[in-house]
């Protein structure tokens, strides 16, 4: 599995992004989806996360409202449309993949496939 994210970019306070992440995996719908983040010196941080058939997806409290991740399957795409964004948010934004379904409220240990991340800056 390959992941590929891309869409970050430096935006100011208050605007928004869509960050994208395309998989090259045969059956996309086998994989819950997940972003996570990563600020200078701190520890990867879960974002967001969309269970295999999209149904059900979890945020991380600071981003509920604000946030939203979502999934095409014909695509081979999940997408985090980031809106009101804060010089917080600021951080490498990754993609994550895991074919359990017992990962969906895991760590970022419990994911075994990875994207390179793509960087976010909200200046303020």
């Known amino acids: 599995v390959q992941l590929q994210a891309s869409g970050g970019g430096l935006v100011q306070a208050g605007g928004s992004l869509r960050l994208s992440c395309a998989a090259s995996?045969?059956?996309?719908?086998?994989?819950?989806m997940a972003w996570f983040r990563q600020a200078p010196g701190k520890e990867r941080e879960f974002v967001a996360v969309?269970?295999?058939?999209?149904?059900?997806?979890n945020y991380v409290d600071s981003v509920k409202g604000r946030f939203t991740i979502s999934r095409d399957d014909a695509k081979n795409m999940v997408y985090l449309q980031m809106s009101n964004l804060k010089p917080e948010d600021t951080a490498v934004y990754y993609c994550?993949?895991?074919?359990?379904?017992?990962?969906?409220?895991?760590?970022?240990?419990?994911?075994?496939?990875w994207g390179q991340g793509t960087l976010v800056t909200v200046s303020s």
């Open positions: 969309i269970s295999k058939s999209g149904a059900s997806t």
């Open positions: 994550a993949a895991d074919r359990s379904s017992s990962t969906f409220y895991g760590p970022a240990g419990s994911y075994l496939y």
């Open positions: 995996v045969r059956t996309f719908s086998n994989y819950i």
